[in-house]
DNA sequence: TATTGTTATACTCTATAACTATA
DNA sequence: TATAGTTATAGAGTATAACAATA
């Protein structure tokens, strides 16, 4: 019984480590590109990641903020201060507790966002047209696993 | 026979667009993931990134470093510097040229680099775990094409 | 003169430790 | 006491400008 239940498991496990090794190897490759296609526009890799997370999740507590992007709770409140004065995010009270900060995403800041995507993805086009149809429809394909990855990480 | 020409070649830019636009947003959420997976073995993105450059290509001059990483000559300079005080990297005179200098990956060099991937490899696997068949099957028939996409950046 | 790399200096971003304010 | 956030200080990493050495 135990042979029966371990084989399968092992295989998989076997299968998903090939997997993950060659993710992985593709993803330090991926780096290189994200870095040749970004922008002097001031923002860090910090930033930019924090600016995208009130995104896509709406305004944050600061601590919830530090967590997710990996930063120590002093960092972010620099970050954040940083980016107010930028103008990109806003500081709000929480009427519940007072200790609380809210962070929240401003107009500019969802400008600032919409206009670094347009620019990468103008570059990643150019690129994009450097590599065969078949390439081009494989990375179409995985999309969407792309994005479950992701969202499976935490 | 200009629109004969240039119909398709529209449709094709505008496909390319449009994938354009998805792997960036695929991409900045990639660059999470990563950065979640990263470990805190002292060495800066920048730094990883140049020993798999040096692991991948030999030796290389220290400007062709600082091109290839897009930092500044002054950067490199120091960073290889510091590489070298941890015994990662190894500076050699040039024989042809007195002005060169040649950076030369380490055996202590290598042997970061396979750890550092093993352990991000083996994370990676367990958040692979967690998406579907589907969707692993996926992301191995695009690895050929992520390579080729990061090949085709320069 | 042009090229390769270094040194000098200043700035950004981050971490740790000590602190204030609220719960 | 515990939690949310800030302030103080120090260190890593980067850029620009000025420099030295070689071609």
Redesign the interface.
């Known amino acids: 019984m135990e042979l029966r239940q371990a084989e399968p498991t092992l295989a998989a496990?076997r299968a998903?480590?090939a997997?993950?090794?060659?993710?992985?190897?593709?993803?330090?490759?991926?780096?290189?590109?994200?870095?040749?296609?970004s922008l002097p526009d001031g923002l860090s890799?910090t930033a930019a990641?924090t600016l995208?997370t009130l995104e896509r999740s709406g305004p944050r507590r600061l601590t919830a903020l530090a967590v997710q992007e990996?930063v120590t709770q002093p960092a972010m409140t620099q970050l954040i201060a940083r980016l107010q004065d930028s103008g990109l995010v806003s500081r709000e009270a929480d009427t519940q507790d007072g200790r609380v900060v809210q962070v929240r995403l401003t107009g500019q800041g969802q400008e600032m966002l919409a206009r670094r995507?347009a620019i990468?993805?103008?570059r990643?086009?150019a690129?994009?047209?450097?590599?065969?149809p078949?390439?081009?429809e494989?990375?179409?394909?995985?999309?969407?696993?792309?994005?479950?990855?992701?969202s499976?990480?935490?």
């Open positions: 496990g998903e480590a997997l993950a090794g060659g993710i992985a190897a593709g993803l330090e490759r991926l780096i290189g590109l994200f870095r040749s296609l890799l990641a995208a990996g995507r990468r993805a103008e990643l086009a690129v994009l047209a450097r590599i065969s078949e390439d081009q494989a990375l179409a394909a995985a999309l969407p696993a792309i994005d479950a990855l992701a499976a990480a935490h």
